[in-house]
Structure formats: C-alpha cells, structure tokens
C-alpha cells in the first residue's frame, strides 16, 4: 500500500491544484456554465484511471486486480476531495462549483438560469450531501472499471 501512495503523488498533487482551482472560479466570477469543463476533477480521474493502469501493467509489472484496486483509490480519493470541498462551499455559504445544481445532477442549466432569476434559493445542504456520498461509492467503482481499461490497453505499450 505504500508503494501505491508513493505512485500517487503526482496525482496527488494535481488533484489538489484541481481542487482549489475549481473551487475559486466561481467567486471569481467566472459563471457555471463557462468554466464547469476547466480543472474538471471527474475527466481528470477517469484518465489517470486509465493511464495509470496501462503504465502499472507495463511498467511496475502489476497484475489486473492491482489496476483495479488502483483506480478505485485514484476515484475514492478524487471523491473525498470533492465531498470535502462541497462541505468547505456549505461551511463557508459560498456558491461554488461544488454545491452548483448542475454539479449536483439536479438541474439543467437551462432550469438553474430560471431559477436563478427567480432568486429561488440553491441546493439544501442534506440533498448535495446525498448526492456526494452516492458519487463516492459509484464513481469509485467506475475508477476502477477504468484502470481495469487501461490494464488491458497497457498490453499495447513497449516494454521498455
């Protein structure tokens, strides 16, 4: 397991600067619906899942069940940053990308513009709660399903 975390650092890393990225595009003002696609911490994970499959089978020798167990840390953790960030948007009342409807697979952003000109008020604490916590356990699971995806695409890389 530590030989594991040693290998996540650089992903690691990223997601951290992911994170705080995303986190700060919304009270700079940069609105939903422009910038949700940028530091977008969901296609980050899903291609490190792969990647780090493919170089883990060629590279470190690692065997199908290594890959999977790996991508599940790379989404489980991916989704504790996201869950904790969405607490800190709560905790700090702030309108984020984290506590955004969209965000939250509660709304489209055609419905958040109406309700937002209707100063309707945003999502309640224990739905987004509920929404992050099903996201931890499903997107992880999808996690690993990737990195068993790039095990098997790791096949085509060069030994060496």
Not at 127 to 150: C, H, K, P
Request: with cysteine; proline share 4%; net charge positive.
């Amino acid at each position: 397991m530590t030989e594991q975390l040693r290998l996540l650092r650089p992903y690691l890393l990223l997601l951290g600067i992911f994170s705080v990225a995303r986190f700060l595009m919304s009270p700079l003002g940069v609105p939903y619906g422009r910038g949700h696609h940028v530091f977008s911490i969901v296609t980050m994970t899903a291609f490190s899942c792969v990647f780090y499959g493919a170089f883990v089978r060629r590279w470190r020798g690692q065997r199908l069940m290594q890959a999977i167990v790996l991508g599940f840390i790379l989404g489980a953790t991916s989704q504790l940053a996201i869950l904790l960030m969405t607490l800190l948007s709560y905790a700090l009342s702030l309108e984020t990308y984290f506590n955004h409807p969209i965000a939250l697979n509660l709304r489209s952003l055609e419905a958040v513009d109406l309700l937002r000109a209707t100063n309707a008020t945003p999502v309640e604490f224990g739905t987004a709660l509920a929404q992050r916590l099903g996201g931890l356990i499903g997107n992880s699971i999808f996690a690993g399903i990737l990195g068993a995806i790039g095990w098997t695409i790791g096949g085509l890389l060069p030994e060496k």
